[in-house]
């Protein structure tokens, strides 16, 4: 699944103008050429040296979360996402969390509040198989391994994708109000 | 889809080098060339594999918002109500799933006022009541799918490199 992003116009406290633009600039990717920083920086006025020391530092304070191709799980053949949800106690979250991200299959571990009556779990997470029956399958190992014996779950397949969109980056020009 | 790109997919779902010549880089580790990394990077892209080659950002780092929601939708009204959601430019995904509860949608925003804003909208639009589900604690975001050289379909642990 890809992760969706929110549409920025401005963001001052956070990011210096150069910094913005940067962050607009490859929102969409990067370029497939030999020296893609050197490009990217020809398009918004910045050195190479200037975009590799920014995007390191993005990086490093987590504003990248990570650089690299989006995989598109769905024409990959994994044709089964499931988002699994448990009814953990509030102490054992933490430890069956990190157990159940520990899986090779699973992508996304959260805790999330309950929605009392209507939704009593609290630890999300989401998992990519190849059909149906191998997400069931894996769902089997993560409660062997991580002992959910005894924890109330629920598996919930998606059906059918009614909407999904990338993100949009814009970049505030000096005084426009968006 | 041969070996060679099941492993450029694998080495590239992070820590793609911010260095002058990064696919250089990259292609060495793998042992093909620059140019035939390039290529093949493209031809995935083109095919529909991958969505995009690029930087995947901390919504909240840079100051929005990001939360997953859900609806409790009557059948027969299933299809205006997704239409009147998707409306909404802040909706990014939208998934019909398998529960009572059985609309879930993710809300991005710029800021986290909007999150609440947006939400109130759906909620006078619809009728319907919005189970709002902000994530509280992560555990593993890997965001790394690995493809075998090989077809192999048994679960695994990863392992304790890749572990975070």
New interface residues.
Partial sequence: ?????????Q?P???NDADQRL?AA?????P???????EIGAGIGLS?AEV?AR??D??A?????????????H??G?SANA?VVWDVPDNR??AL??C??????????????R?LP??PYNL??MI?G?DRQ?VL??VE?MVT?CDLQDIPR??????????????V?RPQAADCIP | MDVIDRLIINELQGGFPVCERPYAEVADRLGIGEDDLIGRLQKLLDAGLLSRFGPMYHAERLGGALTLAALRVPAAEYESIAALVNAHPEVAHNYARDHDLNMWFVLATETPEGIAAVIAEIERETGLQVFNMPKREEFFVGLRFELSAEPDDRPRLKSQAALR
């Fill in positions: 699944m890809d992760m969706s992003q929110p549409t920025f116009t963001n406290s956070n990011a962050i490859i929102q969409g990717g990067l497939l050429s030999a020296r893609p920083y050197a190479e590799i995007i390191a993005l990086h304070k987590g504003t990248i979360k990570r650089l690299g191709v989006v995989v598109r799980h024409e990959l994994y988002m979250v933490a969390g990190h159940l991200g520990g899986f090779d299959f699973v992508t996304l571990c959260y805790r999330r509040p929605r209507d939704w999300f997470c990519h190849k191998a399958d894996q190992f391994r629920h598996v919930l397949f998606s059906k059918r994708r009614f909407k999904q969109r990338g993100a980056y």
